[in-house]
C-alpha cells in the first residue's frame, strides 16, 4: 500500500510532460500489441478510446481516467464561443448583456474523450485527449477548440492532447498542448 507521501511523490512525477508523454506512448504500444484487431477491422473511435483508457489507468493510478466525461462538479461541461470570451462585461448596454445571457445559454456541451483528472477536484485536470483514427478526417478543428478551451478557466486542464490514431499499421500522430 502506497503511502501519504508515495503518492504525493509519485503525482508530482505524473505532471512532469515527458513524464505524461512516456507513459502515453507506452499505452499506445500495448494497444497496439492488444488491440491491433479492432485497429485493424476500423471499430468506432469510441471502442479504441475505451481500450486507450483502460491502459492510461494503469499509469496514472492517483488519478481519475474517464471517456466521454462531461461534467465539472455538478455541471457539464461546456465551452462558448471564442469571441466573447474577452469582453469587458462592464461597457456593454444592457440588450448587449442579455444577448450574451442568451448566448451563453446556448453554450455547447462537450464530451472530450479521455480526461486524466480527480473527480471533485477541479484543481487536479491533468489531460485531455482528443482521439480521431486517421482514416477519419472530419472534425479535428473542433477537437482542438475543445482541447484549448478545457486548459483555460475554469477547467484548467494542464496538458492537451490531440491524438491521431494509426489505423491498419499506421503511425500514431501526436499533438501535444501545454498550457
Not at 489507468?57 to 470570451?85: G, L
Not at 489531460?127 to 478551451?149: R, T
Request: glycine share 2%; aromatic share 10%; hydrophobic share 30%.
Amino acid at each position: 500500500m502506497l503511502s501519504y507521501l508515495n503518492i504525493v511523490e509519485e503525482r508530482k512525477r505524473d505532471m512532469d510532460i515527458d513524464v505524461i508523454k512516456d507513459k502515453i506512448e507506452y499505452c499506445l504500444q500495448i494497444l497496439r500489441e492488444k488491440d491491433q484487431d479492432l485497429l485493424d477491422i476500423e471499430v468506432n473511435e469510441r471502442t479504441i478510446t475505451h481500450k486507450l483508457a483502460e491502459y492510461i489507468q494503469d499509469q496514472f493510478p492517483n488519478y481519475d481516467v474517464d471517456c466521454e466525461y462531461n461534467r465539472y462538479e455538478k455541471d457539464t461541461k461546456r465551452i462558448r464561443s471564442i469571441k466573447n470570451r474577452s469582453l469587458d462585461i462592464t461597457k456593454l448596454k444592457k440588450y448587449q448583456i442579455e444577448k450574451l445571457i442568451w448566448e451563453d445559454k446556448k453554450a455547447l456541451t462537450i464530451y472530450p474523450d479521455i480526461i486524466i483528472h480527480k473527480r471533485k477536484s477541479p484543481n487536479n485536470n491533468l489531460l485531455i485527449i482528443e482521439v480521431k483514427k486517421s482514416s477519419n478526417n472530419k472534425g479535428e478543428d473542433f477537437d482542438i477548440k475543445k482541447i484549448e478551451e478545457l486548459m483555460e478557466p475554469p477547467y484548467k486542464y494542464k496538458f492537451g492532447l490531440f491524438l491521431r490514431i494509426g489505423i491498419q499499421n499506421e503511425n500514431n500522430k501526436c499533438k501535444w498542448f501545454p498550457r
